[in-house]
């Protein structure tokens, strides 16, 4: 099979072709976090929404742009595979748990209380395991790594925009409860917050690879810092520090001195319990975290309703958990990812996503070489997973609708495509200048 992308890129585009796709991995990227959804969706931030009692979600008037906008990034994360389908088969068959979990979901309408919710999860779901195996197709490691950290940049500059001239998207207004904090591209704080906390681990080990130009590497660090401070959410300073902290362990220190951090950990813990108090006063934060151990009690009696099999990928009502939230706390989810993954998908659902991490980590040890650039990719994907596992904690990052979640997911076939993918398909790496066909190779 011969796709002429090069010629294609030079002569319609007047560039190079693996500067085009370069540009158009990074515009995927943005896009796969789900960003802008209250403009597209018509939605006035400072209006009380109204809310369909039925899916406990808010009505929107923009039905029609929303779910246009959302084909078109399906269809542009599925391109490559459409392209390259013997290779897009066999980067997803080396991330078997993860296609067990995309088929379980998708068997969990069966069950779901509201297909309809659970339907709209699943192609965000797909969406994200596309682009995945869109990097791994047409990306060298050195430029996955790249387009996933511009990614996260892009992300950055566009918030900055939309708070400078649109304010009313970009910040939260004072008919809100979070008057005054920054939410970017988003819906809430939250997200942008911890969106840019883990990329803000990223460049902070890795900026300097990843961006050649030093000023480049400085601004990203500082302006994914600033939105994370300014979104005011008290998670991501959390992600800053823990992230770094785990990473620094893992791939940092060597040695003695990696087992003298591993034998103090326990005393580590025990004193930061201890000072649990001291610290949630310094994120201004009370002992029951805003009300989220309450909550997290309630969502743990719903488990147990449905333990083995959960309440449907995607659930809007979760056991008849969500209006008792939304009425009690004026909340519309869990604030744990961990347990609204319980909720969704049991213990059958939560086994097999937990086996797609543990499988992207046993292919990233396993591709493992310190002097190549595949070193930059997995150490890149890994801060950011690192990032979204704490994350999870205090919001529901595990939803591929969720900025965290989606892009987490796609690093996840990322990683499980080492090392075969990107030694043995022939995408990107023949398009730098010496060939002008992409030929489908073995992966």
């Known amino acids: 099979m011969s796709i002429s992308v090069a010629a294609t890129g030079r002569l319609v585009f007047g560039c190079q072709p693996r500067i085009l796709l370069l540009c158009a991995g990074v515009i995927l990227m ?19 929404g109204l809310v369909d009692p039925t899916t ?7 039905k029609y742009l929303q779910t246009l906008i959302r084909m078109a990034v399906l269809g542009s994360s599925g391109l490559p595979f459409l392209l ?17 979990f995309f088929a379980y979901a998708a068997c969990s309408l069966l069950w779901s209380d509201t297909p309809a919710n659970s339907l709209n999860d699943l192609v965000y779901l797909a969406t994200a395991l596309l682009t995945g195996m869109a990097l791994a197709i047409y990306g060298s490691p050195g430029d996955a790594a790249r387009i996933f950290a511009l990614g996260g940049l892009a992300i950055g500059v566009v918030s900055l925009g939309v708070i ?11 008919s809100e409860i979070s008057a005054g904090a920054w939410r970017g591209v988003y819906d809430d704080k939250n997200e942008l917050g911890q969106v840019m906390a883990a990329f803000a681990v990223v460049y902070l080990v890795k900026g300097s690879q ?12 500082g302006v994914s810092l600033l939105l994370a401070v300014a979104s005011k959410s008290a998670a991501a300073l959390a992600i800053i520090a823990l992230g770094t902290s785990v990473y620094v362990l893992l791939f940092v220190l060597g040695g003695i001195v990696r087992v003298i951090a591993l034998l103090a950990m326990p005393l580590v813990i025990a004193i930061a319990s201890g000072l649990k108090d001291e610290f949630l006063a310094l994120l201004g934060r009370n002992a029951d ?32 958990l969500v209006p008792y939230l939304v009425d009690r706390f004026k909340v519309a989810h869990t604030h744990n990812g961990y347990l609204d993954l319980a909720l969704s998908g049991g213990v059958i659902g939560s086994a097999l996503l937990y086996g797609a991490v543990a499988t992207a980590i046993y292919r990233a040890i396993k591709a493992w070489d310190p002097k190549s650039e595949t070193a930059l990719l997995i150490e890149t994907l890994s801060g950011f997973l690192i990032c979204w ?8 990052t595990f939803r591929p609708n969720n900025p965290m979640g989606s892009l987490g997911m796609a690093a996840l076939v990322v990683l499980s495509s080492l090392p075969a993918a990107f030694r043995g398909s022939r995408a990107l790496a023949t398009l730098s200048g010496h060939n002008l066909a ?3 190779g073995p992966a």
Not at 30 to 41: C, D, G, V, Y
Not at 89 to 100: D, F, G, Q, V, Y
Not at 389 to 396: C, H, I, T
């Open 30 to 48: 943005f896009w796969l976090s789900n960003p802008l959804e209250l403009a597209i969706k018509g939605i006035n931030p400072a209006a009380a």
């Open 56 to 62: 406990s979600r808010v009505i929107y008037a923009n």
């Open 84 to 100: 390259n389908p013997a290779i897009g088969w066999r980067i997803l068959m080396r991330a078997p748990m993860l296609c067990m």
């Open 164 to 174: 400078a001239l649109f304010p009313a998207y970009g910040v939260h207004q004072p």
């Open 210 to 221: 990843l961006f050649r130009p030093r000023l480049v590497w400085i601004g990203a660090l």
């Open 289 to 320: 975290l805003s009300g989220r151990t309450e909550i997290w009690a309630a969502a743990w009696r719903i488990i147990q309703q449905h333990m083995v099999y959960g309440n449907g990928y995607g659930s809007a009502t979760m056991g008849g």
């Open 389 to 396: 596992s704490v994350s999870a904690f205090s919001e529901v």
């Open 438 to 440: 992409v030929r489908a």
